[in-house]
């Protein structure tokens, strides 16, 4: 049963002409099926790597320019996931459309390895060497260079973040390190947070995370790197598998629901194509792996190398050490499902604990599992518009306090 679920986390790359598609800018095209502008900046990060970050830019008509100046929104995806999550859904329901909609300059960044961030100054995909990174290295270098390029374009001295799963992630793992960083952004949103997963309850996740080392060695054996790119393999398996025909559709969404938990609110049958079209999107090993010694370990803590030589080596001390919630100083809203099989309650109420240092309101969604929180027909009226409004807030009072400044 272990190696059937690696199985099933594993794709091979198809080439032809369903491969080329695959390559087409999926995100501006759907940005630009909505007549909007859709920008894609190239950001180098510390250690080499090439990332793709999509841009639409704020409205330029008079609706929008009163006197506020709006700080910019950085969106970033979990696991799997790519800038593709936050348009997916369309108007009216993806969360970086309704940002634009009331005005704001939306970035979203694809992380190493992910369909649009797969290239690096000198590796190519095809050497092991590029694929040597987990979640922590998105956090401590893809993270930050991100930033530093989104405040450089918009002349801005902070920004508004919106992290989904891996997304809240990597931004605990970037304050705790580099704790200097809380300067630059204004708050944060966390859209079901991952950081302690002792009591996730996804059954096949939990099989994984038994047999880590088994897992490890079945991957070494396959010469796996990096698992579930995005593919013609991956899009038309799973556009087959959960077609809009009742049986199907059903079988899919219990298949879903075992990994993120079951959902008062189904995915839209409709809607399902268009997810498949970007979704999956590519990891490496090493982030799967990594989280595995989260649900294991109980910990928030860096890379475990399974040897006291090589922790050693790396952190000085023979395990992993932990990561410095108390680093973490934003103001933060962190928005909970009841049935994330993912992100429990119980891991979540420890981390809003464990972040001592920040001011943080705790939002409770009912019936909301992992994924809800990006397609959900509700997520805009029951998360979007509490980080709209908070963020509409706080560049209001910024504008008005520039203003008192320019005065005195």
């Known amino acids: 049963m272990k190696v059937c679920v690696i199985f099933m986390l594993i794709s091979w790359q198809l080439e032809g002409s369903l491969g080329q598609r695959l390559r087409l800018d999926s995100v501006c095209q759907m940005v630009q099926r909505q007549r909007l502008e859709c920008q894609v900046h190239r950001v180098e990060t510390a250690d080499g790597y090439l990332l793709n970050v999509h841009r639409i830019p704020a409205p330029r008509n008079q609706s929008c320019t009163r006197g506020i100046r709006?700080?910019?929104?950085?969106?970033?995806?979990?696991?799997?996931?790519?800038?593709?999550?936050?348009?997916?859904?369309?108007?009216?329901?993806?969360?970086?459309?309704?940002?634009?909609?009331?005005?704001?300059?939306?970035?979203l960044p694809n992380a190493r390895g992910t369909t649009h961030s797969r290239r690096h100054r000198t590796l190519r995909t095809s050497e092991a060497r590029f694929w040597q990174f987990s979640w922590h290295e998105i956090g401590l270098y893809d993270l930050p260079a991100i930033v530093d390029h989104v405040l450089a374009v918009t002349r801005h001295r902070q920004l508004h973040y919106v992290g989904h799963s891996q997304g809240t992630t990597v931004l605990l793992v970037l304050l705790s390190q580099r704790p200097e960083y809380n300067a630059r952004f204004a708050n944060a949103a966390l859209m079901a947070p991952v950081a302690f997963l002792q009591h996730l309850s996804s059954p096949p996740l939990?099989?994984?995370?038994?047999?880590?080392?088994?897992?490890?060695?079945?991957?070494?054996?396959?010469?796996?790197?990096?698992?579930?790119?995005?593919?013609?393999?991956?899009?038309?398996?799973?556009?087959?598998?959960?077609?809009?025909?009742?049986?199907?559709?059903?079988?899919?969404?219990?298949?879903?629901?075992?990994?993120?938990?079951?959902?008062?609110?189904?995915?839209?049958?409709?809607?399902?194509?268009?997810?498949?079209?970007?979704?999956?999107?590519?990891?490496?090993?090493?982030?799967?792996?990594?989280?595995?010694?989260?649900?294991?370990?109980?910990?928030?803590?860096?890379?475990?190398?399974?040897?006291?030589?090589?922790?050693?080596?790396?952190?000085?001390?023979?395990?992993?050490?932990?990561?410095?919630?108390?680093?973490?100083?934003l103001q933060l809203q962190i928005f909970h499902g009841t049935r994330d099989a993912l992100s429990s309650q119980a891991d979540v109420l420890r981390l809003v604990n464990e972040l001592r240092q920040s001011r943080t309101r705790l939002y409770q969604v009912p019936g909301y599992n992992h994924i809800d929180f990006l397609f959900a027909v509700t997520a805009p009226r029951m998360v979007y518009e509490r980080i709209i409004q908070q963020a509409w807030q706080l560049d209001v009072a910024a504008a008005a306090a520039g203003l008192q400044a320019s005065w005195s």
């Open 206 to 329: 939990r099989l994984l995370a038994s047999d880590s080392f088994g897992a490890t060695l079945l991957l070494n054996k396959l010469g796996l790197n990096e698992l579930l790119p995005a593919t013609a393999l991956t899009q038309v398996g799973g556009q087959f598998f959960c077609s809009a025909t009742l049986p199907t559709y059903t079988l899919c969404t219990l298949f879903t629901s075992l990994y993120v938990g079951f959902s008062d609110y189904p995915v839209d049958r409709s809607l399902l194509p268009r997810i498949l079209e970007t979704i999956p999107a590519g990891i490496s090993r090493g982030q799967l792996l990594h989280f595995g010694q989260l649900i294991n370990s109980g910990k928030f803590q860096q890379y475990d190398y399974r040897s006291p030589q090589l922790n050693m080596r790396r952190y000085g001390q023979p395990t992993p050490p932990s990561y410095q919630l108390r680093n973490v100083r």
């Open 70 to 107: 709006l700080r910019p929104f950085v969106l970033m995806h979990g696991l799997l996931g790519s800038a593709a999550d936050f348009v997916t859904a369309g108007p009216g329901r993806a969360l970086a459309l309704e940002l634009h909609r009331r005005c704001f300059d939306v970035w």
